[in-house]
């Protein structure tokens, strides 16, 4: 297919905005890269272990072959004799990353998850397909790696249905099994489509192999009846035994999985010309920009609620997504217009800051490579040069019809690490480093520990540290000294307590008079911090009430036992007290802090840890040796499985006992075991370690 240029301006329905999101290891960027293979955009293959992939371009993801930052590239696919435009965003696979995965699925039409054939659904395979129904993405599966030895399609394909949803239904079968797979059976049309080997291009379309029929002509028994389920249409004549065609069965797929009531799953090898097939169904299956609902928002003066239509006669309206620091440019300021038009020169408006923006350059991205345009319009996803300080999350839009678009949520940081600089020279370089990666990566927090005056650094795990230490070292020139990892604890109350909090002071002149009664109580697990306002009677005035809640919030910041932050924690004002003359603001400011401080002292304050889910994949033979290993760490053994001569350990251990881990594992079982984990809940921790920590801080 001849190259396109990237500007080129496709109607609505032929836009394709997918992401690529998997397990680590499963292939992700081995599919991208042939997806951009055969569709003429590149004309060599890279591979992942080479460092040659045009999505992993950072040097750390070449050197370790993993993905870190999402990447976007664009291809183009001919279907049925029309020209469609497919932008993909290329996601990391592991845990530690994946506020790379959260917000590109937050701007994404639909997604392709990417399973490992020999291994079917695994631990960050249910993270990524929680995080795309939070955001409502439609998806298709791909079971790739089947040409491996182990490979297996039914007990992958079984393993989603059990484990994610039970409405996916196969779309294809694989011809063939681990070494031999050869290609696959087309459930819809009935055909096979084979090629004889990596390179070549699937073959004239066969008959169906005489050994498959029986078992194809099952599966597309379950794949009919899932699909005449969408239309009345289609039930009344599958019920009547009427012919349905093959274009009847397309649409209805494409109306169940837009819908989310199918996730289509094919199977093979995507280093073949499957992912030839794999472009067909994302055309064919996967959502357009207006296939979907409109996106809601606030209007910032009425606080009502409006909708944004993604049509270019809409008023203008955007998210930013991702920030990256580009030593050319700047700040590359990564978004998604959801409705209207962009000109580049134009003056857009941050609802989110409520300040008006000059749009410098506007460009389209291909991994690394900018494209500059002079417009984008609704169902684009390109990047702004030239914005102040732009912050993953700003809702741009028309200042004349102003909207506030939903923000991304991400999670909470769970390891922490003091870091230095080596020399003086340093120290300023350090800060720059530091301020510009924390406005590309919300999960990466900076903070100062006032005690010692080190800077701590604080992120999703280990690796992540690792990372930005050796980002500020390459791209910074910044030489740190780096700190054991720390886990991040937080503290919380088992108790209900009522407690009373009073500021007076007289000190000649005008004095300070602040009194409340606040009630903690324990909250829910992960439900942060409630503030209510209970005051009737005008015991204390309206307007000291947020003085309170912000001291309240402020003792929060370090708790009564370790002087780590507190949560899950609802507190309600009650009663209190006021004085006509004496009465401020920071006087009920300091009298909630106080009342605060003093009730969780006395509401049984306990100390919590981030407990890990892990899994453990070994031969038989070090199965004991592992589980020793986890019960050591305090840790419990949820269950084992065996797939593939592999036994499979699944635990929850305390992050505390897991650093070093993966070198560990490597030593017990010469290096043949493999672990994953990622952050499952906080938990209270054993009285006698909590009194170390305590006494440790």
Not at 63 to 91: H, L, M, P
Not at 98 to 104: D, F, I, K
Not at 186 to 195: G, H, I, Q, R, V
Not at 611 to 630: F, K, N
């Amino acid at each position: 297919m001849a190259r396109i240029s990237y500007d080129v301006k496709f109607p609505l329905h032929k836009i394709r905005n997918i992401g690529i999101i998997a397990h680590i290891d499963a292939g992700k960027t081995t599919t991208t890269e042939r997806l951009l293979y055969h569709s003429g955009q590149i004309h060599k293959v890279g591979e992942v272990h080479d460092g040659e992939t045009v999505t992993d371009y950072m040097e750390q993801e070449k050197e370790r072959g993993i993905t870190i930052v999402s990447a976007a590239v664009t291809c183009f696919w001919k279907y049925k004799d029309e020209d469609y435009r497919i932008n993909i965003i290329d996601t990391p696979g592991h845990v530690d990353f994946t506020a790379e995965v959260e917000r590109s699925l937050r701007v994404l039409d639909s997604a392709v998850v990417i399973f490992d054939g020999k291994m079917g659904v695994e631990p960050q395979s249910e993270t990524v397909w929680r995080q795309a129904d939070k955001y409502g993405v439609p998806r298709m599966c791909f079971v790739n790696k089947l040409n491996l030895l182990g490979g297996d399609f039914e007990m992958s394909m079984n393993s989603i249905k059990e484990r994610l949803t039970p409405n996916a239904v196969a779309i294809t079968l694989p011809i063939g099994r681990e070494q031999a797979l050869r290609g696959i059976i087309n459930l819809l049309d009935m055909k096979a489509y084979t090629y004889k080997s990596v390179d070549q291009d699937v073959s004239d379309v066969e008959e169906i192999p005489a050994d498959l029929k029986e078992k194809a002509d099952e599966y597309r028994r379950i794949l009919v009846e899932k699909l005449v389920e969408q239309d009345d249409t289609l039930m009344e004549k599958y019920l009547s035994g009427e012919d349905i065609s093959v274009d009847e069965l397309i649409g209805a797929l494409r109306k169940g999985t837009i819908s989310r009531a199918i996730f289509p799953v094919m199977g093979g090898d995507s280093r073949t010309s499957t992912s030839r097939l794999l472009l067909d169904a994302i055309i064919a299956y996967l959502a357009s920009p207006i296939d979907l609902p409109p996106v809601l928002g606030i209007n910032p003066k009425t606080e009502g609620e409006v909708e944004r239509k993604p049509d270019e006669s809409d008023p203008f309206s955007g998210l930013v997504f991702k920030i990256v620091n580009d030593p050319h440019v700047g700040n590359l300021a990564y978004f998604r217009i959801y409705s209207g038009r962009v000109d580049a020169g134009s003056y857009v408006y941050n609802s989110t800051k409520g300040e008006k923006e000059r749009i410098g350059r506007l460009v389209l991205m291909h991994a690394e490579e900018r494209e500059e345009v002079k417009a984008l319009t609704a169902g684009d996803i390109g990047a702004i040069i030239g914005l102040k300080d732009p912050r993953t999350g700003d809702t741009l839009c028309d200042e004349s019809n102003q909207v506030i678009l939903e923000q991304i949520q991400f999670a909470e940081p769970v390891v922490s690490q003091a870091i230095e600089p080596k020399t003086k020279s340093d120290e300023e370089k350090m800060s720059i480093a530091l301020n510009k990666l924390s406005k590309e990566d919300p999960t990466l927090t900076i903070s100062s520990n006032h005690e010692t005056g080190q800077t701590i650094i604080s992120g999703m795990g280990e690796l992540h540290l690792e990372v930005i230490v050796d980002r500020m070292k390459r791209e910074f020139s910044v030489e740190v000294n780096v700190g054991r990892p720390q886990v991040a604890y937080r503290e919380t109350i088992k108790e209900l307590r009522e407690q009373e909090g009073k500021y007076i002071k007289q000190s000649g002149g005008k004095g300070q008079y602040g009194h409340c009664w606040l009630r903690l109580e324990p909250g829910e697990s992960g439900s942060g911090f409630e503030f209510v306002n209970e005051i009737k009677g005008g015991s204390i005035p309206r307007e000291f009430i947020p003085a309170i809640q912000k001291g309240v919030e402020e003792a929060m910041k370090a708790g009564v036992v370790a002087g780590y932050p507190v949560v899950d924690v609802k507190v309600s004002v009650y009663d209190g007290s006021y004085h006509e003359v004496d009465s401020s603001e920071a006087a009920f400011k300091v009298a909630g802090s106080m009342a605060f401080k003093e009730g969780m002292r006395n509401a049984k304050p306990v100390l919590l840890e981030p407990v890990m889910s892990v899994e453990v994949s070994v031969p038989e033979q070090y199965v004991g040796d592992i589980t020793g290993s986890l019960n050591s760490k305090r840790g419990m053994i949820i269950g084992t499985e065996t797939k593939n001569n592999l036994h499979i350990i699944s635990a929850n251990v305390p992050l505390a006992e897991l650093f070093g881990y993966t070198t560990e594992l490597r030593s017990i079982t010469s290096g043949r075991g493999v672990s994953t984990m990622e952050m499952s809940h906080y938990a209270e921790v054993p009285k006698n370690i909590a009194e170390q920590i305590a006494g440790s801080e």
